[in-house]
C-alpha cells in the first residue's frame, strides 16, 4: 500500500501497518474534508453563543466550569497542549508514534470532533514527510485517553518540542519548515480534539494483533518440530478428537500441527509394536489446546480492536444530528482489558514452550538423544543456558502479565476519579511479545539441533524445510561456539516469517 485514503470509514489493520511500520502516505478523502468542514461550522456557530460549552468557550477538567472570554481561546488551546505535553522517560518507538497519529487522524477525518480542515492536513502533512514527535513512556493513564503521548503530537504540529525525522533529533519548528508544513495555530475545541483519544493503546494493539497472529503459526511450527524430534505422536492431533472440544482456535492449531507433520520418517520409525509409550506429556499432547486458547484470545481482541477502529472518540463530540455532547468514550477500559489478557495468552505461550525445550536437554526425557544435546557432554555443555535465558525470559512474561487495566490512580482533583491504564497494558504487551519471539526461537533452535541429531530418520518436508532455512544462518551440532549469535539469527528468522514461510512451501498456508 503505497497510499492510504483517510475517510469516514474505518481503517484497517493492513492500513495502519501500512503507515506505522511502512511509510505509507496518507491523504485525506473529499468526503472527509466534507465532514470536517461541516462539524467545524457547528463549532464555529457555538462560539459565539455566551451560553458556556465545555471545551469551546470553558476551561478543561476540574476547570470546565470557568468561562473564557473570546481573546484568550487560542491561548487556552496553546495552553492545554503545552501543560499535557508532560510525558517523561525513555522515547516511545517510531511506529507507535506514527499509528497514534494515524488513528487520531482517522478520527479528526469522521467529522465528529470539530477541528478545521487545515489542523487534519497538518497531521497527514507530518505524516507524508516521516516527522515523528518525541512521545514518552510515561504520561498516560488512559483516561482521557491518552493525554500526554497525544498531546506531545499536538504540540509538535504547533512547531514546539521536538521530533525525529529518520535518525536525527530535530526541534520541531526546523523539522516542520524543512517540509514546506506551516505550524497550526489552534483554535476553539482543537486542542481537545486532538488529545481526547485511545489511539496510542489501540495502535499498539492493532501492531500486536498482527505480530502474535504470526507467533501463533510459528508457536505451531515449534511444536510440531519438538513433538517429532521427542519421538511423540500425532495422533492425538487427529480432526475426530478435537472436534470433541469444539474450540475454533484449537481446531486451527491441530490442523496445522497434522499438516507440519505429514510424511514424517521420525513419526513413522515409532509407530510401531515396539514403541511402548502410552501418550506424551501435556507440553507436546495439549499443544493445541494451548495454542488454541491464545488463538481464540486473540480473536476476541480483534473484535475489540475493530470496534475501536471503527469508533469516533472525542470529548465533547459533535453528533451527527448537529449537538455538541460531552460523553466518556475516552475511557480506555475495553482496549485494557483485552491487552492485558493478550499478555496473558502470551506468557502462557511461552511456558509451554519452554517446558517442551528442557525436555531435549535431559536425557532421562530425550529418548536417546546426547545431554543437552551437547557434542561432547561434559567437555561441552550444548544448549543447556540457551534455556536458562529461555526460563529468564517466561519469568519476564509471567510478570509482564500481571493486568495493568485493574489499577486505577485517580486524577485532575478527582474529577477523573477512575482511570483505564490501558497505554501502560500496552507498554507491558509489546515488551511481552518481544519476548515470546524469543522463547519461541530458542525452541526452534533447540528442536532443529535434535531433529539433526536424529539422522539418519527424516523429519516431515515441512519441518525439514523450517530447519534447511535455519541452516542458513545457524550451524548444526558439533563442538559448543559462541551461542548468543545463533539465538539472535533464529529471533530475526522467526520475527521475519522466514522459518513459517519456509514450511509452508512444503505443507500449504498455514491456519
Known amino acids: ?57 470553558t476551561g478543561f477538567g476540574a476547570l470546565a466550569t470557568k468561562q473564557i472570554a473570546p481573546d484568550d481561546r487560542t491561548a487556552l488551546q496553546r495552553s492545554l497542549i503545552r501543560s499535557h505535553a508532560a510525558g517523561s522517560g525513555p522515547e516511545v518507538e517510531r511506529e507507535v508514534v506514527r499509528a497514534l497519529m494515524l488513528l487520531r487522524l482517522s478520527t479528526l477525518a469522521t467529522g465528529r470532533t470539530g477541528v478545521r480542515l487545515e489542523t487534519a492536513e497538518t497531521y497527514a502533512a507530518m505524516l507524508n514527510a516521516g516527522i515523528s514527535p518525541v512521545v514518552h513512556e510515561f504520561g498516560s493513564l488512559g483516561c482521557s485517553g491518552d493525554l500526554a503521548p497525544l498531546a506531545h503530537c499536538a504540540l509538535a504540529a504547533m512547531g514546539e518540542g521536538t521530533v525525529r525525522v529518520g535518525d536525527q533529533e530535530l526541534p520541531a519548528a526546523e523539522a516542520l519548515a524543512a517540509a514546506g508544513i506551516s505550524p497550526v495555530v489552534l483554535r476553539e475545541k482543537e486542542g481537545l480534539a486532538l488529545t481526547n483519544g485511545v489511539d496510542g493503546m489501540l495502535g499498539m494493539l492493532t501492531l500486536a494483533t498482527h505480530d502474535l497472529a504470526q507467533l501463533y503459526r510459528t508457536a505451531d511450527l515449534a511444536a510440531a518440530m519438538s513433538v517429532e524430534a521427542q519421538l511423540g505422536t500425532d495422533a492425538v492431533f487427529a480432526a475426530d478428537l478435537q472436534a470433541l472440544r469444539p474450540h475454533p482456535g484449537q481446531a486451527d492449531s491441530a490442523a496445522n500441527l497434522r499438516a507440519l507433520l505429514a510424511d514424517s520418517a521420525i513419526m513413522a520409525s515409532h509407530r510401531t509394536g515396539d514403541c511402548t509409550r502410552v501418550q506424551d506429556a501435556y507440553s507436546l499432547r495439549c499443544s493445541p489446546q494451548v495454542h488454541g486458547a491464545g488463538r481464540d484470545t486473540l ?43 493478550l499478555a496473558i495468552a502470551a506468557a502462557d505461550l511461552a511456558s509451554i514452550a519452554e517446558r517442551r525445550t528442557d525436555r531435549f536437554l535431559d536425557r532421562a526425557r530425550n529418548h536417546g538423544l546426547p545431554p543437552f544435546l551437547a557434542g561432547d557432554p561434559g567437555v561441552d555443555s550444548g544448549y543447556m543456558i540457551a534455556q536458562y535465558t529461555q526460563a529468564a525470559l517466561v519469568s519476564e512474561l509471567k510478570r509482564l502479565a500481571v493486568p495493568a487495566s485493574v489499577d486505577s490512580i485517580p486524577s485532575s482533583a478527582m474529577q477523573e476519579d477512575h482511570v483505564s491504564m490501558g497505554w501502560s497494558a500496552a507498554r507491558k504487551l509489546r515488551r511481552a511479545v518481544d519476548a515470546l519471539t524469543q522463547v519461541l526461537a530458542i525452541e526452534i533452535l533447540t528442536a532443529a539441533r535434535a531433529l539433526d541429531l536424529r539422522a539418519p530418520l ?30 539472535a539469527a533464529t529471533v530475526e528468522l522467526v520475527r521475519s516469517r522466514q522459518l513459517v514461510a519456509a514450511a509452508e512451501t512444503a505443507c500449504g498456508p498455514l491456519r
Open 458 to 487: 527424516t523429519p516431515a518436508p515441512a519441518t525439514a524445510a523450517a530447519v534447511a532455512a535455519l541452516r542458513e544462518r545457524v550451524d548444526g551440532p558439533g563442538p559448543d561456539r559462541y551461542l548468543a549469535p545463533d539465538i
Open 299 to 341: 480473536a476476541h481482541a480483534r473484535l475489540v480492536r475493530d470496534r475501536e477502529l471503527a469508533s469516533a472518540v472525542d470529548n465533547p463530540v459533535v453528533t451527527l444530528d448537529g449537538r455538541v455532547e460531552s460523553n466518556g468514550n475516552f475511557h480506555g477500559a475495553p482496549v485494557g482489558y483485552v491487552l492485558d489478557f
Open 1 to 57: 500500500m503505497d497510499e492510504i485514503e483517510i475517510g469516514v470509514e474505518a481503517l484497517t489493520e493492513p492500513q495502519v501497518l501500512a503507515v506505522a511500520r511502512h511509510d505509507a502516505l496518507v491523504r485525506l478523502t473529499d468526503e472527509a474534508r466534507k465532514a470536517i468542514a461541516g462539524s467545524r461550522d457547528i463549532i464555529e456557530g457555538l462560539a459565539g453563543d455566551p451560553e458556556p460549552h465545555y471545551g469551546i468557550s
